[in-house]
């Protein structure tokens, strides 16, 4: 949507407010379809002037309320605070219980964890709270950012054999989690930025994080308030422990990609962005089959993850209309044959500085709700 020339910056900004609270209206009917059976009625939901919340459900006049400053976060924050309010509107207006629990009594927290709604009331709406996960986990994190700092190492046998001790050493914890239900409790994380259409690349990319970093993976429709146009987004479901590992992942697998192709571009005089989706699809599948060939190994081996039965069910929780998508893509065969090759050579390590949004890419590395 181009702003016209002749439009007040401030009309237009008020006008990019109103498409906003469009679209939060539309999703409050998504949402209350989804998860709450439409047994909610719609109330009035209004934009707020705050540094102190995030949102809040006003029973008394059947207001919900977000912050403005939502508007400059990425969509699936403010659809992470609005659910949190539409939880606290359903305990007020469909189970009926009055103030004695308190706002985040044991009712609510009830009604987020059956629907997988972030039900604390303060830190950042979407984030995973690795500072709060497990003494064990954060044990993990701490050993895999070792192994992925000794995979630095310019010896190329040195290196591969951290980065497959690090693949290991996950496996083994995901395993011994599993048979002592020793969860950290899951959360969600989005990765990257939206875009306005998915490339095979990028649902690649997804497979690897899904497939081999313990973690359930899906793209999520997401809306755009700065430019007022739609998107999509992976969201990654899983313990703290496994976001912050597969963040990680997800944010240095794209930086290498697109500097792999930078390269590629430069060397070969390769152009068009047909022949760019070429080469970046095939690094992906290339370091996929790396990795699925250590996979492999790992199960001669006897080291067999059958999956996480209660995270699939967090994921349908938070989406229980999901569902799977097929998507062919155009291949130039030179172009995905040159970036099969550069993909099996990627090696994790701790290279990368800056994430998509130009941000620190954490690795062990304010606001509220009512």
Known sequence: MKRPAEQDHAQWEARLVELALRKVLAAYREHNAALFSGQLKTPQIRWVETDRLWGAWKSTDRTLELSLRLLDRPWGDLIEVLKHEMAHQYVSEVLHIDGSEGPHGP???????ER????????????????ASSERDHVLLKRV?????LAQSDNPHEAEAAMKAAQRLMLKYNL?????????????????????????WQRVLGNILSEHFFVDVIIVPVYRPQVAKGGSVLEACGTPSNLEIAAYVHDFLEINALSLWERHRKKEGAKGAGVKNSFLY???????DKLQA??????QEGLIYAGDPQLHNYLRA????????????RIRPDAFSAGHAAGGRIVLHRGVSTGQSGGPVRLLGSGGRT
Do not use: N, W
Not at 318 to 329: D, F, T
């Open 282 to 288: 095939g690094v992906m599948k290339g370091f996929s």
């Open 318 to 329: 938070r989406h229980p209309y999901v569902r799977s998508v097929g998507g062919g893509a």
């Open 145 to 149: 950012q070792q192994l992925f700092s």
């Open 116 to 131: 997988g709604i972030d039900a604390r009331t303060a830190g950042d709406p979407e984030s995973a709270d690795v500072d």
């Open 107 to 113: 009712s609510f927290h009830r009604v987020c964890v």
């Open 294 to 299: 250590e996979s492999k190994r790992q199960r």
């Open 176 to 200: 011994e989690a599993a048979v002592d239900s020793a969860k950290a409790g899951y959360s969600f994380r989005h990765l990257g930025q939206p875009t306005g259409r998915r490339m095979a």
